[in-house]
């Protein structure tokens, strides 16, 4: 009977370091978006400071394990086999539910799922035992630890109101303060910025963060949190006086140092914060076992009181969890995902946009529009003016910088410092507080107030953070419907269930990198197209020929995939070449938004170089059009189960993707080699493609009229024939003004 649970032991340690992986990969976006973003040191600096900070916070977390042991349930009324199911069903939930949202791109919060599936599990095994007792639904209250329950959920929601209001009111002070311009501000002004920060981040970290780790004396901890006001004033004096002789006297940017100091901060209140979520039930478990396993009472008579007690953590474990935390962060794309949805949702400029509007965030843009006119309206123009003039820009560039910073340094700092104070208060607390919740909402409040959220993007911000969001009340409905579910199972399944289970989790996970791996390889192949950023028509000349063998490349899959979709009758393929032409539609409609940018960079002596930018655009648009019929059409007749196409129209139609691939490939090398006496050549071929498609009409015609009985068929087919002769005249027509523009520019 011991060697089950010696498996679930080694089952939950090999999940606990799976967990910390997808973890840390969801949670990096925590600590890295606002020095990503900002782009005030390298993205290496960041790390290593980063790395620094997990590794300090690991050796503080271990106040924060009670929660896993104690704070959801009452260990009590548990025997030992239940909590080991309990714990199983809790694990193979978190990392399955984890990877997930990892593999989507959204940020979801370790706590909230951790805290719910604690829940889920602990609340049907209550029921279990209610029912095998034959007792009432009413007495669950005896199992759950209610009040404690209630206490975390209730924090982790109030946190996200919290962290959106003061991020919000903290950075539009700051900013009214400070304007766009902060670094032509007196020295003194930075001074008492860095002195207020950095004293913040000292007092919640150094004191509040490293206590647990037993690094500073006991007697100064005491003393600190006994003359709070004279440590604080104490700190801020110091701080000020230190970030003065930095700024004005070594000529260096406090603002760098605030956000290295908050992006450590930051990091060390995660890994001491979010820790428990990843270990803390392998650690719970452990405990578990050493208290049965020299028991000698069955595990199904052996209470699990001893859980409630204090147990001291294992400082080894904690540095060990901490290490792979770190190797994580340093590897893992998923993380580098995750933080692209926060920062471009945080973005000051225009970026392409992720999510696309709904009738919610419409009607909430619309409705605060409304209300900043009526507030407008009341303040005094004196103050408004001031308040606009805070709020410029501090240089008009039209133009933007593909390696431009998404936010200035002013708006990381804020997100820092307001976000670890918040999170080591919680910390300080025991309360498990979401760090996801709080660092998303704190950096999509300062974006608010930073007016980052214009007329041009603010419907689809809110979008964006309002599909976030609901994923999080998601993550908290699954977690707890699935940890339940899994926990019931195991009840039932016993240890063949257990083990199953374990495997199948594992399976999944690694079904879901090669998945994921695959996707990375096909996405390195097909290289997105390139955004004009040159000042001259040679320059344009040259990137558009990328584009536009990019374009034809893509086109040649894209046609020949439906067409072999169609022949095979296969929904899933014509299903993906249905998205790949919604991608590169996309694509399209990305270079078409940057045209006001493009216009704006251009030189004097090469504007009518933008007549030529458009024109090309226009007809890869048409491209588009073209391959989105013939790939909507094909999967519309397929997925309603209608007749086949003949062999003989199948056959045709290979002939047409044959030569017209042929010719394809030849445009797309010839571009890539910059080979324009072949672009000339090839446009020689125009009849001869045309001649082919037309011949297979006039077949189609013929058979039509003496053979043909499905209408369906016939309408698809004839379809396909024509929009492949516009096809090949919109490729024709952009081969020709390449063609042209070149000859003029020589």
């Not at 390696?403 to 919680?426: E, G, H």
């Not at 199953?500 to 996405?523: D, H, P, Q, V």
Request: charged letters at 20%; proline letters at 2%; one cysteine or more.
């Amino acid at each position: 009977m011991e060697n089950i649970y010696i498996f679930m032991i080694a089952a939950l340690a090999i999940l606990a370091i799976a967990d910390l992986v997808v973890g840390v990969s969801n949670d990096a976006v925590n600590f890295l978006n606002s020095a990503i973003g900002s782009k005030a040191v390298t993205f290496k600096t960041v790390m290593i400071v980063a790395s620094v900070g997990i590794a300090f916070g690991a050796l503080s977390s271990s106040g924060m394990m009670e929660v896993a042991r104690k704070g959801i349930f009452d260990p009590s009324q548990f025997y030992f086999d239940e909590i080991m199911i309990i714990f199983m069903a809790v694990m193979i939930t978190d990392i399955i539910l984890l990877d997930i949202f990892n593999s989507l791109g959204m940020p979801t919060s370790t706590t909230v799922s951790i805290v719910f599936e604690l829940l889920g599990a602990s609340v049907v095994m209550s029921i279990i035992k209610i029912s095998n007792n034959s007792d009432s639904l009413a007495q669950i209250g005896e199992y759950i630890n209610t009040d404690k329950a209630t206490e975390i959920i209730l924090g982790i929601l109030l946190s996200v109101f919290i962290a959106f209001t003061i991020g919000a009111i903290i950075q539009f002070l700051t900013r009214f303060l400070l304007t766009f311009n902060f670094e032509k501000k007196p020295s003194w002004i930075a001074a008492v910025f860095g002195g207020i920060a950095v004293s913040s981040i000292s007092y919640f970290i150094i004191i509040k963060g490293l206590k647990g780790a037993n690094i500073l004396p006991p007697e100064f901890s005491s003393w600190a949190n006994d003359n709070l006001i004279q440590f604080l004033g104490a700190n801020f004096i110091l701080w000020t006086a230190v970030s003065w002789v930095f700024h004005a006297i070594l000529k260096q940017n406090i603002y760098k140092l605030v956000i290295i100091l908050g992006t450590f901060a930051l990091a060390m209140a995660f890994a001491g914060n979010d820790l428990v979520n990843f270990i803390g039930v392998p650690m719970a478990a452990y405990n578990s076992f050493i208290a049965w396993s020299g028991s000698g009472i069955l595990p199904s008579a052996f209470s699990m009181e001893q859980l409630a007690e204090k147990v001291p953590t294992q400082p080894i474990l904690l540095l060990v969890a901490g290490l792979i935390m770190v190797l994580t962060l340093w590897f893992s794309k998923k993380a580098r995902r995750v933080v692209k949805t926060s920062v471009d949702l945080s973005r000051q400029d225009e970026v392409k946009e992720r999510f696309k509007p709904n009738w919610v965030s419409q009607h909430l843009v619309r409705g605060v529009i409304i209300a900043n006119t009526g507030v407008n309206k009341i303040l005094p123009p004196k103050l408004r003016q001031s308040i606009n003039k805070s709020f410029e820009p501090s240089t008009v560039a039209h133009a933007k910088a593909s390696d431009a910073p998404a936010f200035d340094m002013v708006r990381a700092a804020v997100n820092l410092v307001i976000a670890s104070v918040l999170i080591s208060v919680a910390t300080g607390l025991k309360l498990p507080l979401s760090t996801t919740y709080v660092t998303f909402m704190v950096a999509m409040g300062t974006s608010l107030a930073d007016r980052a959220w214009g007329a041009e993007s603010a419907v689809y911000r809110v979008a964006g953070v309002l599909n976030v969001i609901s994923g999080w009340f998601l993550t908290a409905f699954s977690a707890f419907t699935a940890a339940g579910i899994l926990a019931y199972l195991m009840y039932l399944g016993g240890n063949i269930a257990i083990i199953g289970l374990f495997f199948l989790a594992i399976a999944m996970l690694i079904r879901n990198y090669l998945s994921t791996k695959k996707k990375n390889k096909e996405a390195k192949i097909e290289e997105d197209l390139r955004k004009a950023e040159s000042k001259t028509i040679s320059g344009i000349i040259e990137e558009s020929a990328d584009n536009i063998a990019k374009t034809i490349i893509r086109t040649d899959k894209i046609y020949t995939g439906t067409l072999k979709g169609l022949a095979k009758n296969k929904v899933g393929s014509l299903r993906k070449s249905r998205a790949t032409v919604e991608k590169l539609n996309e694509e399209i409609d990305e270079l078409r938004n940057n045209i006001f940018y493009f216009i704006k960079n251009l030189e004097e002596t090469s504007v009518r170089g933008s007549n030529f930018y458009i024109e090309i655009l226009g007809y890869l648009e048409d491209i588009t059009q073209s391959l989105e019929y013939i790939a909507k059409v094909s999967y519309k007749h397929v997925n309603n189960n209608h007749k086949p196409l003949r062999f003989n129209q199948i056959r045709d139609l290979q002939e047409i993707d044959n030569k017209l691939c042929d010719f394809l490939q030849e445009t797309a090398q010839a571009f890539k080699d910059r080979n324009y006496n072949k672009i000339e050549r090839l446009l020689g071929r125009k009849q001869e493609l045309y001649g082919h498609v037309t011949d297979k009409i006039q077949k189609q015609v013929e058979r039509t009229r003496s053979e043909e009985s499905s209408p369906k068929n016939t309408t698809l087919y004839f379809g396909l024939l024509l929009e492949t002769k516009d096809l090949i005249e919109e490729i024709m027509n952009l081969l020709e003004l390449y063609n042209t523009e070149h000859k003029r520019s020589k």
